[in-house]
């Protein structure tokens, strides 16, 4: 059965990095679109970071631009999320997801038009 299997969570201190991994097992993903969501305690899922089935296209929500890269590589059939100067809103349970196509990321309903999740991987930002 295809799955996709974040890593890479944890604690770090304000103006830390992390580098969070989505990997696809049981099948490819070469074909889809995938992205990095995060649902905060309370708070609904929201996107973070997509990027296209080529790995040509990258969208990124306004508060994270600058800060997070997202990437994949082939190779390994894995998604990477290298996040830079994290801070406390940065605290969340962090999920990757794949989609047949490109999606309107800026949908807040984006989230419903997923087709494969990861179970998530928590990131805490905090001194």
């Known amino acids: 059965q295809a799955q996709l299997v974040e890593s890479g969570g944890g604690l770090v201190q304000p103006g830390g990095s992390l580098t969070l991994s989505c990997a696809a097992v049981?099948?490819?993903?070469?074909?889809?679109?995938m992205a990095w969501f995060r649902q905060a305690p309370g708070e609904k899922r929201s996107i973070v970071a997509a990027?296209?089935?080529?790995?040509?296209?990258?969208y990124y929500v306004d508060s994270v631009k600058g800060r997070f890269t997202i990437s994949r590589d082939f190779t390994k059939n894995t998604m990477y999320l290298q996040m830079n100067n994290l801070n406390a809103g940065d605290t969340a349970e962090y999920y990757c997801a794949a989609a047949i196509s490109w999606r309107t990321w800026d949908d807040p309903d984006v989230q419903d038009g997923m087709d494969v999740w990861g179970k998530g991987t928590p990131v805490t930002v905090s001194s």
């Open positions: 990027i296209s089935y080529n790995g040509g296209k990258a």
């Open positions: 049981g099948r490819t993903f070469s074909g889809y679109a």
